[in-house]
Every structure is written in C-alpha cells, then in structure tokens.
C-alpha cells in the first residue's frame, strides 16, 4: 500500500495494547445498541470502517451477521484475525483507506465507531475532504436505504478544552477544527518515525448533517455518543464524542445498471478508449476556442471508465468524478496520473474551481429537471469565472430517432458483444430507455449472457438553455459538424461571467 501514513504507523505500533484502553470496554453493550438502532436483520451485511482489532466486528460476526471490517493498519488487522479465530468467526478484514476503498456487493449497514478512520487526519489531508471521501465510500458501498451508525470526535469540546491557550500554543486549530495528537515523540509507541504529524478532527452537529447529505447520506439523529455512554439522548458540550445515525438514499452503487457496478471491469471491451480520440479532440477544441483564456484544470463529472480522459489527459490536469468505484477503479488503470473522486455529480462539491468542467453522456443518467438542474449547479460552482462547462448529451428531444446499435471488443484473453436498442416508450416525459444484452466470454471460454436496463433523461433544447441560464451560464447550443441526426448531435455550452463583467452588471444595476 506504498508508504505508510501517521496513522497507519501509530496504530501498527499501537494494536498490541489497544484493546487495554478503556474506551473499548463496553463492547458488548455497544453491539447490541448497534444491532437494535440498525434493526440488523438476521444474517444482514455488515460493513465496519476503520473495525481496528475487530471488537464489533467480532462480536457481531459471532451473533450470525456477514461482516467486512476495513482498517488501514495491518498491525490493527493481525491482532483482528487473530482475535477473530480464537472466537471461531469469520470476519472478511481487509487492509484498505477508508477514503478510497470500494466492497464487491452492496451491504445491509455500516458502521464506524470510535472515530474508525473518520477525522484521522494524515500529513496533507484536508479536514473537510477526508471526511468527506469516507462518506461518499460508505454511501455507494450501502444498499439503497440501508442505515449506518458513527461515533466522531465533538468539535464543541475539542474547543473548549484547548480554550484560547490551545489555539495559542498551536495544539488546537480552529479554522480546520483539528487538535494535534499528543503523540510526541517522547510519547510514541515503538515503530513510529519522530515528527509523525497526527491531527484529528472535532465536528459540530450542523456540520456533521451537511456532511452526511452532501455524501447522500440522510442524517435521522445525532445524539451524546461518548463511549461507555451511549444512549439516544443530546448531545452534552463538553462529552468526548457525538453519534450519527444516518441512512442511504436510493441513489449509491447497488442502484447502478450492472455495467457500471457488477460488469464494471469489462467496460473497456464495451467501449474502448481507442474509439473516443475524435470525440475527445472535439472536445478539447471546443473547451480551449470558448475559453476566455486557455484552460488547464478541468474536471470532468461522470467520468465512468475514463474513455474520454485517456486523450484529454495530455492536455489539461484532470481530476475525474464518477458515482461508482468500480467504474473508477477501471479509469485508474487507464488514467493512473489523473486524480479520481467518489461522487455524485448533482451534489459533489470539492472546493475548488477549474477553469472548465465537461459533462459527457453520463449526463443521460439524469432523468428528471431539477436532477439536471442540480448537475448544473455543480459546474457553476466548480467553474472559475470566465471558465466555461460543456455538456454533450447523447440526445435532445427535438432530434431523438428510435434506434439500435451493436459493437464490442476482445483483450486480454476475453471478449465482450453487445446489442443496444434505444426508444423513447413515453414521449410526454422526459426519459427514454435503453435495453443492453451483453455476451461475455471469459478467458476459460465460457459465455455468459447478462441483459442491463437504462432509464435515460431526455430533454428539449429550450429546457437545456433555460436550465443552464438558471444556473448562472451566458449559455449556447452547439450542433456538432459530423454527427447527422445520430447521438451526439448537439452539446450545450455554458459560460460563467468573468468577475469583472459581473462586478460590472451590478454596478449597472445599482446604477
Ligand atoms: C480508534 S480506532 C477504532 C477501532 C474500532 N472501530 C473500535 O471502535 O475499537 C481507529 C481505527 O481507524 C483506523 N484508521 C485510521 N485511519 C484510517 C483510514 N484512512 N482508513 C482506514 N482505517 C483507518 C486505524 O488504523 C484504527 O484501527
């Protein structure tokens, strides 16, 4: 896993003694508040993020449920299995970030006690990202609705505590809400560099409830959660810690077409990157002649498997967002130099701006108004002022035509067909829909055959431009010089107003 973190160096020296903390004592009283408030069903899935040496994974596993505990530190994974066998369970531990990892089938519920990894801060991580991209993980790893439980350290008291001379001495920083760990090296555990940098993070309530919906997680509660204390009641300043309950919505991983979850990593022999270099260098020209000065930075939303990115990468500084893991973790392969995100494109928001954004045809899977509104809305805030977005829509209303396609590739050892066979069943509204049969052969020779549904959104000319003027874009229908009729055939472009030319609208406007 490359070199380790802080982190990950002090829970490896720490794992032989951890279990000697106090804070871990009430680990039975703890499962069975988590099994009660998450209504776990016999056997359900349970996934556990930052599950250390296992205490709740263990015992859950040994009341019947399937558990995934994920922890970056082996150190905390040895001391798990060893713990796991001497009770007889089994539990599939595995070394993983929890800001990055993906599970292979949806889960039944998560939980993340004790802090798990959330608000463990490593030398460079952002204190509001790094919670962030664990959220996001564990709400496309959920199964649509299913619960998940958090304890997190409780900013109010990390403030109070520290007071003034805290923020002076440097222990406390209140712009990230972070305290430096008191691992000095005279107090660090034997195996950990000297000057490991350790932070952790405090949240207040508000917070924690944006975080959580911005991720797709609905926050139900947020109570007192101090361990050795737990109970649905408020939460009090000065307690150590604050508990979350939450919930998946219906959007995450399992509500993906089985391309883009299941079938992920045969992607590129549906569709190969070879076949966007045309495509891709339309692209770009259009993104570099809008511009008000030449791009650089550009982010492009749905992402999927990186097609277009494997030929845009030479050109600008990439960062790629895609909803499904899977789909990311097959444009990593292809694009290992681009920076890949979790997220969603109606609600991601990282912070910065780019001097572009670029939409492709992921922006079909939005099927309803105010989800292309939202999509929108993301551009505007992500594009500098000047900046432009583009979005290229497989199909407007005005020129969509029923139609079918077929295509696929082989490599490496295996080999993929496809039929595709697009019509609109519904004209009054604004989807159309795709049936995909795909033939798979595999490397030992064996067909398999697996049939995929898309329900797309389909929305006329006048709605693209008046959604993106709503959005804050000067914006333009662009018709595509080759494309006929077929796919493809027209794009929008939206301009953010440079800051002088809105400083100078509301000067005229004042005026
Ligand atoms: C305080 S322990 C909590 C362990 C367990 N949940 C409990 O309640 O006993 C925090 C755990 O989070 C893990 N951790 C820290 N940062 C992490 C990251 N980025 N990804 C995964 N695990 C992480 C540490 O290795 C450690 O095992």
Same mark, same amino acid.
């Given at each position: ?13 720490? @794992? ?41 994974? /263990? ?12 922890? %970056? ?18 539990? $599939? ?16 519920? @998560? ?11 490593? #030398? ?6 790094? +919670? *962030? ?13 299913? +619960? ?28 990230? *809400?972070?305290?430096?760990? $008191? ?58 810690? /604050?508990?979350?309950?939450? #919930? ?21 022999? *549906? ?14 020209? %259009? ?26 990468? @030479? ?7 895609? *909803? ?11 694009? +290992? ?25 992921? /922006? ?6 105010? $989800? ?74 064996? /067909? ?49 107003? @440079? ?13």
């Amino acid at each position: 896993m490359g070199e380790k973190s802080g982190w990950e160096s002090f829970f490896d020296g720490h @794992a032989p003694v951890y279990e000697e903390n106090c804070f871990t004592k009430n680990t039975l009283a703890e499962v069975d508040f988590v099994v009660e408030t998450l209504a776990l069903a016999p056997g359900a899935r349970v996934l556990d993020v930052g599950c250390g040496t296992g205490r709740h994974s /263990i015992e859950l596993a040994r009341r019947g449920f399937r558990v995934t505990g994920i922890d %970056l530190s082996a150190g905390m994974l040895a001391e798990a299995r060893r713990r796991a066998e001497a009770a007889g369970v089994t539990v $599939d531990f595995r070394q993983a970030d929890a800001t990055r990892f993906a599970v292979d089938v949806p889960h039944d519920a @998560a939980i993340c006690l004790c802090e798990g990894a959330f608000g463990l801060l490593g #030398r460079g991580d952002d204190p509001i990202e790094q +919670p *962030l991209s664990i959220l996001r993980r564990i709400a496309v790893a959920l199964a649509p609705g299913a +619960p998940c439980l958090f304890t997190v350290l409780n900013g109010y008291a990390m403030a109070r505590r520290h007071g003034y001379e805290g923020v002076a001495a440097g222990s406390f920083e209140p712009l990230g *809400l972070t305290e430096r760990s $008191d691992v000095s090296p005279g107090g660090v555990p034997a195996g950990i560099p000297g000057g490991t940098e350790l932070r952790e993070r405090g949240f207040v309530p508000p917070e924690l409830a944006l975080l959580f919906r911005t991720a797709g997680l609905a926050v139900e509660a947020i109570w007192g959660g101090t361990a050795g204390d737990w109970g649905r009641r408020p939460v009090a300043l000065d307690e150590m810690e /604050i508990m979350v309950l939450a #919930r998946a919505g219906a959007g995450g991983e399992a509500a993906l077409p089985k391309l883009y979850s299941d079938r992920a990593d045969w992607f590129h022999l *549906l569709t190969a990157p070879e076949e966007y270099r045309e495509e891709a260098a339309f692209y770009r020209g %259009l993104l570099e002649s809008r511009s008000l000065s030449p791009p650089r930075t550009l982010l492009e939303l749905g992402s999927g498997g990186g097609n277009n990115a494997s030929h845009l990468k @030479a050109h600008f500084d990439l960062t790629l967002v895609d *909803l499904s893991p899977r789909m990311l973790a097959a444009s990593e392969r292809l694009n +290992p130099e681009c920076e890949h995100l979790v997220g969603d494109m109606r609600t991601v928001r990282l912070a910065r701006l780019f001097d572009a954004v670029f939409v492709q045809d992921a /922006i079909a899977h939005l099927a309803t108004e105010e $989800d292309l509104a939202l999509a929108m809305a993301t551009a505007f805030v992500h594009c500098r002022p000047g900046g432009v977005a583009l979005f290229a829509p497989d199909f407007v209303r005005e020129t969509f035509r029923p139609g079918a396609d077929h295509g696929g590739h082989d490599g490496g050892g295996r080999g993929l067909r496809y039929l595709e066979w697009y019509w609109d069943p519904d004209p009054g509204d604004t989807t159309y829909r795709t049936e995909l049969v795909y033939l798979m052969r595999h490397e030992d020779g064996q /067909i398999e055959v697996e049939q995929d549904r898309f329900e797309l959104g389909l929305f006329a000319r006048a709605d693209w431009l008046r959604l993106l003027a709503a959005a804050g874009f000067a914006p333009e229908a662009i018709l595509h010089p080759e494309a006929g009729e077929g796919p493809g055939a027209e794009l929008f472009l939206g301009r953010r107003p @440079a800051a002088d030319a809105a400083a100078a609208g509301a000067a005229a406007e004042e005026g």
